[in-house]
């Protein structure tokens, strides 16, 4: 079944309702006590914390999307639930991430959002919204219907400073083998530019910075290890950066798959967020590096 643009519209709606929900009630835990947990994840520490706060952010948003589940046979897809691979088997599926950036929720700093997208079968976002509480910032989009801000329309502006790059990136990746080369070799393609390191936000926050730093970059290599993220690390963000023009590919190039049947993680792909092509066709050459180091 296809979903008419009527049907998409009241469900994008039902989607920035539940994301405004669970994200009033994450930013009322900031500075309360919680327990915090452990859980299986990729390879890094931050996929593998959760905490209470997690689970009851996804129980609000669930309690908003059930009944449009049973009304559009939708599948489903969340961070805190195991994966019943209803995604494989339905024409649309509700990927969601409760709390993206639990660790820098549990440190009491910023970093943390709310996300939630719609995506197709076959591997490609419809709706898309993401909520960041504490900045009390609501991105939202349809596909081919560009992207909102707190419900008025975004138009991308140049960055007023075009010598300064902003890299975003998982504070994990810091602890590759090859950190230390692709930082010198991404210095040297830019020695006229300042570049300026952010590596304190998850990974919608961190795709989110590129898109508001007018000239930025947040890209993963592909590894065996499981990691760089899963389908609901990137599902919003990705219908946000196709409506602004903006660049978001796997490290190939190729589209950013959203529905592999055989995992949840991105690992295999890589992703790359950028703000223009010719950034990642830098990237695409600083990547050669990883093959001799990692």
Not at 112 to 130: K, R, T
Not at 243 to 264: A, C, K, R, W, Y
Request: proline share 2%.
């Amino acid at each position: 079944m296809k979903l008419t643009n009527e049907q998409l519209t009241k469900l994008c709606e039902r989607a920035k309702v539940a994301a405004l929900e669970a994200g009033t009630y994450i930013q009322s835990q900031f500075d309360q006590e919680y327990e915090t947990q452990g859980k299986v994840g990729g390879d890094s520490f931050a996929s593998q914390v959760v905490t209470e706060v997690d689970f009851k952010a996804q129980e609000i948003i669930l309690n908003h999307l059930m009944s449009s589940i049973q009304t559009y046979d939708l599948g489903l897809l969340t961070e805190e639930s195991a994966d019943d691979n209803s995604r494989l088997e339905k024409d649309y599926f509700w990927c969601v991430d409760p709390m993206d950036g639990t660790l820098p929720f549990t440190v009491r700093r910023t970093g943390y959002a709310v996300s939630i997208a719609l995506v197709a079968h076959e591997g490609f976002p419809v709706i898309g919204v993401v909520y960041i509480p504490d900045l009390n910032q609501c991105y939202s989009s349809i596909k081919g219907a560009g992207v909102s801000l707190n419900e008025e329309r975004m138009e991308l502006v140049g960055a007023a400073d075009q010598t300064t790059l902003h890299w975003y990136m998982d504070r994990s990746f810091q602890s590759e083998p090859y950190y230390q080369q692709v930082v010198n070799q991404m210095m040297q393609y830019f020695n006229t530019h300042e570049v300026v390191i952010h590596a304190e936000f998850g990974g919608v926050r961190n795709a989110i910075g590129v898109i508001t730093s007018g000239n930025g970059c947040y890209f993963k290599f592909p590894k065996k290890r499981n990691g760089c993220g899963s389908i609901w690390d990137y599902a919003a963000t990705r219908l946000f950066f196709e409506e602004l023009g903006m660049h978001v590919t796997n490290t190939q190039g190729d589209e950013l798959h959203l529905n592999d049947s055989s995992s949840t993680f991105m690992n295999t792909q890589g992703i790359v967020y950028a703000t223009d092509s010719n950034l990642f066709q830098l990237i695409k050459e600083v990547e050669s590096l990883t093959e001799q180091v990692g």
